[in-house]
């Protein structure tokens, strides 16, 4: 399926709002204007084809969504984006610390959009209005660019028995969850008050 909407992916837990911008061989484009066999930047492996799309509408009941479903709010530069980015709570966003490298033996590491919250001024808000949701899929999973400089993991398409055999086997990636997660949050924490970042409450939540 490429392009279509499908109501059964309303629950996806990642991709990229429509008009999100990503680095493309054809420049900066909407995610939402990608079709299969473009190609996007990746951070691992240079410019890859995309080999599906898929589209949903999230955010249906806002504004009466359940705060735990609420989108998280980057502010312009806090994941070196350029623009404000809004992400689902489960996205995952790879970070560079030097506690990855001496935990992980990597200074890049993979978190939910949530668990950075209270990080850099990201926070939680009430969703206005229900938007469209675009997930595009490579061969493998990838980590893309997105509005200038944030890192985006873009996981394989595991949508069947098959596919989810083979991707669980062939993953690179590891999206870091509970105690690992907010350990590396406090870190990241730690990390920017030594380099006076302004804002800086790991683990508080942020509504609006």
Not at 25 to 38: E, K, Q, S
Request: glycine share 10%; charged share 25%.
């Amino acid at each position: 399926m490429t392009g279509a909407y499908d109501g059964g992916l309303a629950t996806l837990t990642h991709g990229l709002i429509a008009g999100t911008r990503v680095a493309s061989n054809l420049g900066w484009r909407a995610i939402d204007a990608l079709a299969v066999g473009d190609k996007v930047l990746t951070f691992d492996n240079g410019m890859q084809e995309v080999v599906a799309v898929r589209r949903a509408s999230v955010w249906l009941d806002a504004p009466e969504t359940g705060e735990t479903l609420w989108p998280v709010v980057v502010p312009e530069g806090a994941l070196d984006n350029r623009e404000e980015m809004v992400l689902l709570p489960e996205q995952g966003v790879m970070v560079e610390s030097d506690a990855a490298q001496d935990m992980h033996g990597d200074p890049f590491v993979i978190l939910t959009a949530q668990s950075l919250v209270g990080l850099r001024g990201i926070y939680r808000r009430r969703p206005a209005m229900r938007v469209e949701l675009v997930a595009v899929y490579f061969e493998r999973d990838e980590v893309i660019y997105a509005e200038g400089g944030a890192l985006i993991h873009c996981p394989q398409d595991l949508s069947t028995l098959d596919k989810f055999i083979k991707g669980s086997a062939s993953s690179q990636y590891r999206v870091l969850c509970g105690e690992e997660a907010e350990e590396m949050a406090d870190c990241l924490c730690i990390e920017d008050h030594l380099m006076a970042w302004p804002t800086c409450d790991a683990g508080m939540s942020h509504t609006a």
